[in-house]
């Protein structure tokens, strides 16, 4: 159904001085748009939830807000991680995110100023992590403090010997991976050999929590306000293709290029480069890394056919893109339990029309 200014009011209403706000759905679907809105006319301060966006740099291909934009409402959690780090997680940031919306029942606590926390963006398991308990707290066995090293060195391992290994030790989260998911698979193998206790175990306790259900933890916050912003995919296709093409208008070629000159090219040089870490993993990188390192001696002809290989794989990119995020947000928002009287208010949006005014 269409957004409208009654819609939106409704839903707000529902959730009597909700704990916090929430706007999820896919790529260019104008979440940040409806974000702020949301947060200039109800008091609120903005908490982002990408993936990529927390990192420095590549500001259009991440699609970060302008300066503009955070002047109508303030924003936290956006480029605050040096671009070179490959080590931050979700834990990262649901650590800083909660430091910032923490509240005791009846009065905010002075981190966020009595603000409204609206937390908008397009990585699923990020917002996830904020409205369930669904990541663990674990202590190392060995109190190291080695976790992001323990793990990368195990991706460096073959999807078959991680896969035997976990089942060594967890037959139960060996049997629910594949032995392609080599970053689940060390996460699996990390947990364990941290904790010393199998990670399926880790889960089933914390599915069995009060509130919980077979996809995790119980609800974080007792009345939060969540929009999913949804549109038709063939509406939604045609105007990430053209945002694309305003990112192209934009600079985002040049931004590219000056990026992997300062943080990728002797990476490619020594053959160390990994796409599966930090913000090399941003969608448009990897797709133009033909272009990026076409050889001096190409023609042209050949550098133009290579940038417009990037542009048609970038844009297939973020339509696939679109289309993971909306399965998760069926998979998993969609179909949690939520137990009785928590007030949970979805709104769906068809938002290839104009976004609604919040009164």
């Not at 941290?194 to 974080?220: F, K």
């Not at 490619?268 to 797709?287: A, T, W």
Request: aromatic residues 6%; glycine residues 8%.
């Amino acid at each position: 159904m269409a957004a409208s200014a009654g819609s939106v009011r409704r839903a707000v209403k529902r959730a009597t001085v909700p704990a916090l706000v929430v706007v999820l759905g896919a790529t260019g679907t104008g979440k940040s748009k409806l974000a702020i809105e949301i947060g200039r006319r109800l008091q609120g301060e903005i908490v982002g939830a990408d993936s990529m966006q927390v990192y420095q740099g590549l500001d259009i291909i991440t699609n970060k807000v302008t300066a503009e934009e955070r002047a109508q409402c303030r924003h936290h959690m956006i480029g605050f991680v040096d671009p070179l780090v490959s080590s931050y997680t979700v834990v990262d940031f649901r650590n800083k995110a909660l430091a910032l919306i923490s509240f005791s029942p009846w009065k905010r606590v002075k981190a966020f100023r009595n603000k409204l926390p609206v937390v908008v963006g397009g990585t699923n398991y990020y917002i996830e992590s904020l409205l369930w308990r669904v990541l663990l707290n674990t202590e190392p066995a060995d109190g190291g403090d080695e976790a992001p090293n323990r793990k990368l060195a195990l991706e460096k391992l073959g999807g078959a010997e991680l896969h035997k290994r976990l089942a060594e030790v967890d037959p139960g989260m060996a049997a629910m991976l594949h032995p392609n998911d080599k970053r689940k698979i060390a996460r699996s193998l990390q947990i364990h050999q941290e904790t010393g206790v199998p990670h399926s175990r880790w889960l089933e306790d914390q599915r069995g929590q009060e509130g919980g259900d077979g996809l995790g933890g119980p609800l974080r916050y007792p009345d939060p306000c969540i929009f999913w912003l949804h549109a038709d995919m063939a509406a939604l296709d045609e105007r990430l293709d053209a945002r694309v093409d305003d990112m192209l208008s934009a600079g985002l070629v040049e931004e590219l290029r000056d990026f992997h000159v300062r943080h990728n090219e002797q990476k490619v040089q020594d053959d160390s480069q990994n796409y599966q870490h930090g913000i090399f993993q941003s969608i448009g990188f990897k797709e133009f890394h033909d272009y990026l390192t076409a050889p001096e001696s190409s023609t042209q002809r050949e550098k133009d056919a290579l940038r417009d290989k990037g542009i048609e794989a970038l844009k297939i990119a973020t339509r696939r893109y679109a289309r993971k995020q909306n399965k998760w947000v069926r998979n998993r928002f969609l179909k949690r339990e939520y137990p009785s009287p928590v007030c949970v208010c979805v709104c769906v949006c068809v938002c290839v029309c104009p976004l609604p005014q919040v009164p």
